[in-house]
């Protein structure tokens, strides 16, 4: 029986990390086979998560405290630190 | 006791600082700061959005892992330690920020017809977007379109596919189960690129067989 759609892109997720049952996955990829819409589906999918990631990411980022909030930190700190 | 933090601290190697720290040398505390503060506000500017609440959201993460580094075991890198307090930080802070009604995910995820077919389904991507667009007019784009997505779906997928986070870490920073990460996340990705998806090109239509 083949799956739908609607079906393979809710068990997206489950392809991708491999956690669906083998049944299931040989219907998934027998859909694929055949679908050039979700095969379209999966690819954009993939597509937007590095897209996501490279958006995003971390390392894109300047790394640097002010001044002013590195002061402001450890003056907290010393006013609440319990003695040692 | 060093109050200049730009003065030069002494930079001492992991398992040397978190000594310092525990033996609550103040010079350490200064170098924590300094060579791990960076990150951790880039982590708390993603999640919150806002630079005062980011700011506060790091020093409180730093309260937080000064009370708590007698308890750091060193399993972990220092750096990924502090990034989860960070993070939980940043997420605290979310939680007590005044919430304002969501857009509900429904009206971000692809439509389906009677038969299980997805509606519009007829735009494919170019293989690599990155080298058909102007790259920073995409990123923009995209991060953009990441700003669009309803707080809750948001934090999640910056958790999981930005920050790192695995399904159980994620959970256990929101106070959700991780099967609620999982669905949220997928949900996000679904929601996201259904966003961008009017600024891609190409045409493909699905054919396989309708639901029987």
């Not at chain 1, 300047?62 to 010393?78: F, M, N």
């Not at chain 2, 609550?24 to 500017?45: E, T």
């Not at chain 2, 919430?99 to 439509?111: D, H, N």
């Amino acid at each position: 029986m083949f799956i739908t759609c609607e079906e393979l892109i809710d068990f997206l997720a489950d392809y991708r990390s491999g956690a669906l049952a083998a049944a299931q996955r040989v219907r998934f990829e027998e859909h694929l086979a055949v679908c050039p819409g979700c095969v379209d589906y999966l690819d954009s999918y993939e597509m937007t998560l590095r897209l996501g990631r490279e958006a995003v990411r971390p390392s894109a980022e300047p790394a640097e405290v002010p001044p002013e909030l590195v002061r402001a930190i450890l003056a907290a700190w010393r006013g609440a630190a319990p003695p040692l | 006791m060093d109050d200049a933090p730009e003065a030069t601290a002494p930079h001492r190697p992991e398992s040397a600082l978190v000594e310092a720290l525990r033996a609550g040398d103040d010079d350490a505390y200064v170098q924590l700061v300094r060579q791990y503060g960076g990150p951790m506000l880039a982590v708390a500017r993603r999640l919150l959005r806002n630079e005062a609440d980011a700011q506060d959201a790091l020093q409180d993460a730093f309260l937080s892992a000064f009370k708590s580094i007698r308890g750091f075991q060193g399993q972990s890198q220092l750096s990924t330690w502090l990034h989860r307090i960070a993070v939980n930080a940043a997420l605290m802070k979310q939680r007590a920020r005044t919430r304002r009604p969501e857009q509900p995910i429904e009206e971000l995820l692809p439509a389906f017809d009677g038969s299980g077919h997805r509606r519009n389904s007829g735009a494919s991507w170019p293989e690599d977007p990155t080298r058909t667009a102007e790259a920073g007019e995409l990123k923009k784009l995209v991060a953009d379109s990441i700003d669009r997505l309803p707080e809750t779906y948001r934090t999640v997928l910056l958790l999981r596919d930005v920050e790192g986070l695995d399904g159980a870490e994620a959970a256990a920073s929101l106070g959700v189960n991780e099967n609620t990460v999982k669905i949220r996340l997928h949900r996000a990705r679904q929601a996201l690129r259904e966003l961008l998806d009017p600024h891609m090109q190409g045409t493909r239509a699905c054919s396989s067989p309708a639901k029987s």
